[in-house]
């Protein structure tokens, strides 16, 4: 592991910047940013103040990839990063354990998946096996008999994979199974709209945010706004920046249920902001927000008014019975 280390951060800011605009997990629900410089006035009557913006990730999970050949931009590095891409929006490469270690470790909000290869696995594993904000582990070899021992006694490593392909369907495998059971469902019973606690307290915060973003009239420069804003975290990927372009060029071809639907930033950046209040991100979504709130009440009347045709109103998520029964 000799000579310079080497990192890159693929499809995001500098982790530099980003740290220095988190708050903690304990106040990131009450110090929320105010946007008065927008002049949303009944918005900062509903957003307390503070100095400190919560600018995370723009998605839930981040791929670290980890291995000494990264030392070296090749060919062949360029196509596996590619392929991983393909899994997920955010990948972050390293070459050497101690600043990957540092990294994950200082990582608040999202899950890591990290893809290591053999010899590097035995270094840090130990390191990161007990952190939380470490989902899971992949070794990634040439010889996969000479790892199955040792890394049996680390619950987070998962498989051992010597094809690309069988790595890249394993990771999306579990991140589809993380991503879907962080979905938020909030429920707020009527017994408890007397007496608020915290969690009350958010729920109607929220909505009384969102009822100010859907009363107001958006033009395109919000939209160009918001694609000059997702450009910036998805630098470097190929893939979600065409998905971006396409967005921008095609938006008015389509109903926003079906962006929402599609395999891009929309629906993984809306999804996380309203998760930990983000509401820097909330407002850079507010246009889209306000289509789509419009889209799907009127996909509703449309049911109504069409009763035998079924109508699906849930994206990737499921609902426990003691969930049903509060909402029934």
């Known amino acids: 592991m000799g000579g310079k280390a080497a990192s890159k951060i693929i499809g995001t800011p500098s982790f530099d910047h980003m740290k220095s605009q988190k708050v903690s997990i304990g106040n990131r629900k009450k110090n929320l940013p105010i946007y008065s410089s927008y002049k949303l006035n009944s918005m900062e009557q509903t957003i307390p103040k503070t100095n400190k913006k919560v600018l995370q990730f723009v998605e839930n999970v981040i791929l670290v990839w980890l291995d000494s050949s990264l030392e070296k931009q090749t060919e062949s590095n360029k196509s596996l990063i590619n392929q991983f891409y393909r899994v997920t929006g955010i990948v972050k490469t390293f070459s050497n354990v101690n600043e990957c270690f540092n990294f994950i470790n200082s990582i608040e909000y999202e899950k890591i998946f990290l893809i290591v290869s053999g010899s590097l696995g035995r270094q840090i594993s130990p390191l990161i096996e007990n952190l939380d904000q470490l989902y899971s582990t992949y070794i990634f070899c040439g010889n996969q008999a000479s790892h199955e021992e040792w890394s049996k006694q680390y619950k987070k490593i998962k498989s051992i994979h010597t094809k690309i392909k069988e790595l890249c369907d394993a990771v ?3 991140i589809r199974h993380y991503d879907r059971s962080i979905t938020p469902i909030s429920i707020l019973p009527l017994s408890s709209i007397i007496e ?17 973003l859907i009363s107001i009239e958006y033009d395109k420069k919000y939209r160009r706004e918001f694609i000059n804003y997702a450009r910036q975290f998805y630098l470097n990927n190929e893939q979600q920046l065409n998905l971006i372009d396409k967005l921008d ?14 395999k891009c930033c929309l629906y993984s950046m809306l999804r996380k902001a309203f998760y930990y209040q983000n509401f820097e991100v909330i407002y850079k979504l507010a246009f889209f927000i306000r289509d789509l ?11 109504h008014s069409h009763q035998h045709r079924a109508i699906i109103v849930y994206r990737a998520t499921s609902m426990t019975n003691l969930y049903y029964s509060n909402i029934t």
């Open 293 to 303: 709130h419009k889209d799907i009440k009127k996909s509703h009347l449309q049911a």
């Open 196 to 212: 608020l606690n915290d969690s009350n307290k958010d729920f109607i915060n929220l909505q009384m945010v969102k009822s100010i």
């Open 172 to 174: 999306k495998k579990d």
């Open 249 to 262: 060029d095609n938006y008015s071809l389509h109903t926003p249920i079906w962006w929402y639907t599609r």
